[in-house]
């Protein structure tokens, strides 16, 4: 089955980009989904399709994919921003639908 | 808006079975397809399967393949999940999720409690 490699934790100072990245065989032909998840709420959209963004979504949020890494960035990072970050393909070869284990975001 | 809106919290005893509901408004129920993706206490999220709300057709995790049936009302605009022969490891928040582009929107969760 595809797998999908995130870093446990990135840490960012305030005002800094916060880049989060998403390691999988060649996951540059795929489709990436980025989702936001602060501790007792359920997760949310914030980046679909590698780089767009749902309405709402901060444009400080923003997404890139090719390769072998699809990576989020998060500019001029809030305090707001503290939280896990998943990413999310589907993989057609399984026709299934596959999350990263993802990174817990700390703003020092 | 779209909403989505989950049955309560359970508590079910080990081999047991629960069925999680999810009443969706505020779209047309057959537009999007319904995931259900689970997340144990301080886990990564993982997915358990996908429903084609307008024909009813479904695929399935193989994580939970024979174990996991979702299936709709469409007549109810609600979906539902039911998970057999529970086990402790089971014990985590159920999330249904309205796929558009992604997971575009989420449920609020509902709790089960695997316990003897």
């Known amino acids: 089955s595809y797998e999908l490699t995130q870093p446990p934790s990135v840490s960012v100072a305030p005002g800094k980009t916060a880049r989060i990245t998403c390691g999988g065989n060649d996951i540059g032909s795929k489709s990436v989904h980025w989702y936001q998840q602060k501790p007792g709420q359920a997760p949310m959209l914030v980046i679909y399709?590698?780089?767009d963004r749902p309405s709402g979504i901060p444009e400080r949020f923003s997404g890139s994919n090719s390769g072998n890494t699809a990576t989020l960035s998060i500019s001029r990072v809030e305090a707001g921003d503290e939280a896990d970050y998943y990413c999310q393909v589907w993989d057609s070869a399984s026709d299934h639908r596959v999350f990263g284990a993802g990174t817990k975001l700390t703003v020092l | 808006q779209v909403l989505l809106v989950q049955s309560g919290a359970e508590v079910k005893k080990p081999g047991a079975s629960v069925k999680v509901s999810c009443k969706a408004s505020?779209?047309?129920?057959?537009?999007?397809?319904i995931n259900w993706v689970r997340q144990a206490p301080g886990q990564r999220l993982e997915w358990m399967g996908w429903?084609?709300?307008?024909?009813?057709?479904?695929k399935y995790s193989q994580n939970f393949q024979g174990r996991v049936t979702i299936t709709r009302d469409t007549s109810a605009s609600t979906a539902y999940m039911e998970l057999s022969s529970l086990r402790s490891e089971d014990t985590a928040v159920y999330y249904c999720?309205?796929?558009?582009?992604?997971?575009?929107?989420w449920g609020q969760g509902t709790l089960v409690t695997v316990s003897s």
């Open positions: 429903l084609n709300v307008f024909n009813g057709n479904t």
């Open positions: 399709y590698d780089n």
């Open positions: 999720a309205a796929e558009g582009n992604a997971f575009d929107h």
């Open positions: 505020g779209y047309s129920f057959t537009s999007y397809a």
